[in-house]
């Protein structure tokens, strides 16, 4: 047999059948195209209406962050100063309810709720109630609150799981502490939570699940606090998941 004329023939019918594909999907994509034009050319007015409904709304939405939610984020900062400042003294029930002649967070969540400031308003007034022991309430507000930035979406994930813990309800307390590690993984808050997920694994006798988030902190954060202790804790999860 002829090999060098067989791969001649094959080489031959390859080009072929190449030139012939793309012919095709270039007459695909003119069939496309036209297809196209055609229904641009018959819903042109739907289109268009369509068009400019957008273009009202886009305008609509930035004259309302312009003219109304930035000037009103600029009282909701001068309001919630001095809440702030009572809660930073630990004065958890003036941060929250005011003094009577300033605002408390829960004011400023319901005056300037949509504000950035508002925001975190209710960051603060979830970690108050938490602080004194109104742990459904804390839990309401945390969870309206909307992380914006990573540190305080951690540790916003991390009180909701410590509110969870005092309400007995273990499991949800697990969920919000891994989420909380595992938000933004730094060597700071990532242990900490990883940490409490652990205690609270051993608390349900899951020791396996502990060992297991154990390990993340000795492998993932060796050089933290958590880090330098955590042999001991793989030690005693690993005799008892022996016995």
């Known amino acids: 047999m002829n090999y060098i004329c067989v791969l001649k023939l094959k080489q031959k019918n390859m080009a072929k059948n190449k030139a012939e594909g793309s012919t095709e999907q270039l007459e695909s ?8 034009e055609r229904f641009i050319e018959e819903n042109q007015k739907i289109l268009s209406i ?12 930035l004259g309302i962050k312009r003219f109304y939610i930035k000037p009103l984020e600029k009282e909701a900062q001068s309001q919630i ?5 009572y809660f930073e003294r630990d004065s958890f ?12 967070f829960i004011d400023v969540i319901n005056e300037y709720g949509i504000t950035p400031t508002g925001n975190l308003a209710k960051y603060y007034a979830g970690v108050s109630y938490l ?9 309401k507000y945390l969870k309206k609150y909307k992380p914006k930035d990573k540190i305080v979406g951690a540790i916003s994930y991390g009180a909701t799981g410590d509110a969870y813990m005092q309400l007995g309800e273990t499991q949800k307390a697990i969920k919000y502490y891994l989420k ?24 349900l006798k899951e020791y396996k699940d502990a060992l297991r988030v154990y ?21 005693r999860v690993e005799v008892l998941i022996e016995l």
Not at 81 to 85: D, L, M, Q, R, T
Not at 93 to 104: E, F, H, I, S
Not at 131 to 139: C, K, L, M, T, V
């Open 81 to 85: 100063f001095v809440a702030e400042s």
């Open 50 to 61: 369509i068009a400019g409904a957008i273009i009202v709304i886009v305008a609509i939405y």
């Open 131 to 139: 602080n004194i022991g109104q742990y459904e309430e804390a839990i």
């Open 29 to 36: 994509v003119e069939s496309a195209l036209t297809r196209t």
């Open 215 to 235: 390990k993340e902190i000795k492998n993932e954060f060796p050089e933290s606090t958590e880090g330098r202790n955590i042999d001991k804790y793989i030690t």
């Open 180 to 203: 909380a590690a595992h938000y933004n993984k730094n060597k700071f808050t990532s242990p900490i939570y990883l940490m409490k997920a652990g205690y609270a694994f051993e608390s």
């Open 93 to 104: 029930n003036l941060a929250l309810n005011g003094d009577g002649n300033n605002y408390g």
